[in-house]
Each structure stands twice: as C-alpha cells, then as structure tokens.
C-alpha cells in the first residue's frame, strides 16, 4: 500500500506484515473478515484494504482481549494491538501472503458494530444483483470488487501518464450544457432562473473538446463522465466514462499511432498483448466478410459473396435478386443440421428483414436441400467450392439487397459459429460511409456524428459520400470511435443540410460551433473511448456494472439511493413545473 503515519488506529496495514516483523509490536485495523473459535483459542481474520491478516487471541495470555474477541461478529470494525509472531510449521497458510505470521493480540477495541450482512463478505457464493447494488458498500468489501476498482484505477492512470507525457492537457468541459446530437436522447435538466428553458446532460464533450482545439488548446483529453437517456438494454448504463480526446493539425494517421500506442499499454494491464500497428480495415470489407463493422472476427464463419456465380441461374429468386441490385450470399457451418434448425434460423432472417432464407447440407452425392432442384450440378457444384464446404456442413444463401443480406447473415454466422472464441481479436474500422439511409423516417442519419468530416465528392448524392471516421473493436466489441472534424462552416452546413438541418435550425442548435468555424478553426480530429468497457473487458466481467463503483441496475434505477425518486411539489412549482400524471 502506501506510506502510513501511526495513529490511536493503526501502526501498520495488515496486509503487508510478513516475517520480517517478527517480534515487532504492531497494533492494526480493518474489519472482521472471519472468526473460528477453538474452544480455548479464537481466530479472527483481519481484513483491511491491503489484504488479510490473522490475529490469535490467547485466554491465558490476554483474557480480557479474549473476552472481547469472544464477543465480535463478522463486520465489526476493529483495532488490534498486540506481538507479530510466526506461525507453527503446520499452521503456515501459503494462500495467504501474511500466511507465514499472526498477531498474538495483547489488546481490541471495538470502534463500530456490524449487523449481520445480508450476505457474507468472505464467501464468494453468488448473491442476486439487487442485492448487491442495494448494499454496494458491502459488495464493495469483497476482495474481487476491491480488484476491479484497483484495475479501473489503473486503466486511468496509463491513459492520464501516457497522454501527459505527450503534451495533452487535461480539461473539464460543461455538464449542464446544450444538447450534442450522438443519436441518443438527451437528459434534460430545468432551469430555474429561466423558465421553460432547460439544459441538457452531454451526451459526450465532442463540441467542447472541438471549440478547445479552436481556442488554441491543441492536444486535450479529459476522463469525461457522458449521459445518455436509452431504452433498457442489458449492459447499458444512463451515465458513462469515456476517455475523450481531441488534436489540432492531425490527420487519421496522427490519431491511429498515438492510440495504437496508448491501447498497447492499457491492454497490457489485463495482459492482452497488442501487435503494433494494430491492424486496419475497410468497413466494406468487414461489412461484405462478417456482415458488421464491429465483427468478432474469432468466430471463424466468413461470408462468401456468390453474386457473379449465381447472377444467370435458372432459379430465379437468385437471379432476379440480383436483376433487382441485389446480391446473393452465404455462409456455412458445421454442426448438427435436422429440418427444424433450419425453420429457426429462417425465421429468424425474416424478422431481419429477408424475404427467405435458402439452405442446403451437403451430402456425398450432392446437396440435401429443398432449392436442389432449382440449381444446375454446376452451381451446386460451385458454390460448394467457393465456400469450401465439407460433407455434412450446411450452406446457407441469403438473396437480396446488399444490406439486409449483410445484416441476415452478420446475425446468423453468430449463432452457426461452433467454435468457442480464442485469444483476442483487435482492429480499426476506417473508411465509413458518411449517413446511414433512415428508412422509418425517410433521411439520412450521420454514421459517427454530424461533425465528421465527409469525403468523397460532396455535390454528389449524400449516400455516396465517406467520412473520415474511425472505429476501434475488440473481441466484437466497438470500445472507441472518433473522426477527423469538419473545419470550415460551408462543409458544415452541407453536412446539417443533408441530414435536413437547414440553415436556420442549424444557427439555433449550433449558431455557436458555425460561429466558431469562421473565426479560424484549425484542422483536428479526435476520438473518446468507453473506460466502462475496456475495464470490464481486463477485469474478465461480463457486465460493466462490476466496474462501476455505483452503477444503476439494468433497469436505470439504483436500488441503493432509490434514485430516480419524486420530488416535493414545491420544488416542482420553483422550476415552474406541474406533473400531468402525478407520481407516475
Ligand atoms: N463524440 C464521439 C463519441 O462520444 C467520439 C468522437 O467523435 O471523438 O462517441
């Protein structure tokens, strides 16, 4: 641990007390972790944040101690003084690191009673999560917790040196703001001193950490807590940590060798080993191969393109996809295939959005599938090459646009992969499309956000422009993104106008940033990472939530101070605001 001033406490932590102090008279402090009573001698195990240690407490030697001792619960708080002693031969414990020592206590006082928990801190049997969160603070006791929070610790620390050294300022930036469109919805605060006005919770620093690098504050960072209002998904959480960072005259060279880099070092901490460069791919290249720009690649199924095999078949639900723009796919897979896994899978790409799904399993004398005698032996022959699929493996061919074929078969190859992910799998996405088309509402949609810098000829139609945009995945996990800015107010506004911002809307959201982008806006590009994840990722946790020192349930709310909770109708009247649905 760390350096430790005497006091009425403690004159040394527990933990770190080995058999060079033997003989030494030590008086430590921490809670009671566990304690065994052997008739004449009582056992109790110390726990402080720098691990364990055990304390005997001896009737003949120490009654009055004893009779404390004999009095103590689990939980109790404590302060022990006594001889720091080594242990006999056969009461070594090498699981321990103090485990070769004891402290025969002389004296203890009790400085603060415990309840019995509502679950055991040194047990390591699963207690529901409810629970859990409802009593973080005794979750937190538990030697697992106290390592994931050491591991998100150090995490931060490797990012802040790494970046210190490199001339990076660390800046706070606002968190009652104005709305930053990151497609999600904002959390809205009311103001008081101007009512019917209100802030809203960043959803990420992004236009800050932009006006930052315009204000001359070339390299920034900030661990930057972002709040986003989303429907209930498992691991999501209302409010998030990122890493957040922004460089001015950079290009995406700049910012992929500054972060392979720092990931090298941070991955390093959950002993993931990074080959530098890490490597980069183009989003149409993921998007044709895994079906998805974020792809866990391990899982071995690639998707083979069989448009040029199969454009003049006979069947014409292959051919007339094609006809149509379309595309025909596949992907196969081993594994047990009776007709019902089929209908499942089926449909499953229908509530994907494709028309069928046509699937075969091939047998020593051809294919087992019901489109057999659509095709000729020569495009069965054919595409059974071109997937290089084996005896008793099934194909599965999706026809249709290029987009729902990717999406079909990006969700299928998940759940046909038979082979158990090993080892870790990192990579940048670059070269993004610049929108995404919304077929709901009929408009493009900004891919990264509306201030990526496009590229690609922006006269041209909006669906054909790139961004210079950039992912980072790992494990099939998006853990960053980030682009190369817009910086002058004419391409700003191009871009506003395509997602069908007009120049009105656009100088009332964002009169600020175009204001900005007048008065000499270098260059600059950046990119912000999610701590939550990359954390829980090293750690080997399934759910951020173990990363998280006070996270909200998956339902949004935190069972520990209730929040969200009702507020008095008087402070509702201060903000000038009446509930329609009281209570609600
Ligand atoms: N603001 C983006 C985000 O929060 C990151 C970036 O573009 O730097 O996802």
């Given at each position: 641990m760390s350096e430790l001033r005497p006091n009425i406490y403690r004159?040394?932590?527990?933990?770190?007390?080995?058999?060079?102090?033997?003989g030494r008279r030590v008086r430590v402090a921490g809670w009671v972790h566990r304690r065994r009573d052997h008739g004449g001698l009582i056992f109790i195990d110390l726990r402080d944040s720098s691990g364990l240690l055990q304390l005997v407490f001896r009737p003949e030697e120490a009654p009055e101690a004893h009779a404390a001792a004999e009095g103590l619960r689990s939980e109790d708080v404590i302060s022990a003084e006594g001889e720091l002693v080594a242990r006999e031969e056969g009461a070594v414990?090498?699981?321990?690191?103090?485990?070769e020592v004891e402290l025969a206590v002389g004296a203890v006082d009790l400085l603060a009673d415990a309840e019995t928990?509502?679950?055991?801190?040194?047990e390591d049997e699963p207690v529901g999560e409810e629970l859990r969160l409802r009593y973080r603070y005794l979750d937190l006791r538990k030697e697992a917790m106290r390592r994931n929070l050491a591991l998100r610790h150090d995490v931060v620390r490797t990012i802040r040196e790494h970046l210190n050294q490199r001339g990076f300022l660390d800046v706070e930036t606002p968190i009652l703001t104005r709305s930053t469109p990151e497609g999600a919805r904002d959390f809205l605060v009311p103001s008081r001193l101007s009512p019917g006005h209100w802030y809203a919770l960043p959803q990420s620093p992004q236009l800050f950490k932009q006006l930052l690098v315009m204000g001359g504050t070339e390299r920034y960072y900030q661990i930057a807590r972002c709040f986003r209002d989303e429907d209930?998904?498992?691991?999501?959480?209302p409010e998030f940590t990122q890493l957040d960072l922004e460089m001015g005259f950079v290009e995406e060279e700049d910012v992929h060798q500054l972060i392979d880099g720092l990931l090298e070092e941070v991955l390093a901490l959950g002993g993931i080993e990074v080959r530098l460069p890490i490597e980069r791919v183009p989003y149409d290249e993921l998007l044709l191969r895994?079906?998805?720009?974020?792809?866990?690649?391990?899982?071995g199924v690639e998707i083979e393109d069989l448009t040029d095999v199969l454009r003049?078949?006979?069947?014409k639900v292959f051919s007339g996809a094609v006809e149509a723009g379309g595309v025909v796919r596949a992907i196969k897979a081993g594994g047990e295939w009776p007709r019902s896994r089929f209908d499942a899978l089926t449909e499953r790409a229908q509530s994907l959005g494709a028309k069928g799904l046509a699937w075969a399993v091939v047998e020593p004398d051809g294919w087992r599938s019901p489109i057999a005698k659509f095709l000729s032996e020569e495009e069965i022959g054919q595409v059974t090459a071109a997937l290089d699929a084996r005896e008793g493996e099934a194909i599965l061919l999706v026809a249709d646009s290029a987009a729902v074929a990717a999406r079909v078969l990006g969700a299928l190859r998940v759940e046909v992969a038979d082979t158990e992910p090993a080892g870790h799998d990192l990579f940048w996405v670059t070269d993004f499309p610049m929108f995404d088309w919304n077929e709901g509402e009929q408009r493009w949609d900004a891919m990264h956000h509306p201030f990526t810098s496009p590229s690609g000829?922006?006269?041209?139609?909006?669906?054909?422009w790139r961004s210079r945009a950039y992912d980072v995945v790992l494990d099939g996990m998006e853990i960053g993104g980030g682009s190369i800015r817009i910086n002058r107010p004419d391409v700003q506004q191009k871009v506003f106008s395509a997602l069908g911002i007009g120049p009105d809307e656009a100088a009332e959201r964002f009169g600020f940033l175009l204001e900005a982008l007048r008065f000499g806006a270098p260059p600059h590009g950046g990119i912000a990472f999610g701590i939550d994840r990359i954390a829980a990722i090293l750690a080997g946790r399934e759910s951020i939530r173990d990363v998280i020192a006070f996270p909200k349930a998956a339902s949004g709310v935190?069972?520990?101070?209730?929040?969200?909770a009702p507020v008095d109708e008087r402070q509702l009247r201060e903000l000038g605001l009446r509930l329609e649905a009281p209570g609600r």
């Open positions: 004159t040394a932590w527990a933990g770190e007390l080995r058999t060079a102090s033997v414990n090498p699981a321990l690191p103090t485990g928990p509502p679950f055991q801190i040194d209930f998904r498992a691991d999501r959480q895994y079906g998805s720009d974020r792809p866990d690649r391990r899982l003049g078949s006979g069947f000829d922006l006269d041209a139609d909006p669906g054909t935190d069972p520990l101070t209730k929040a969200p």
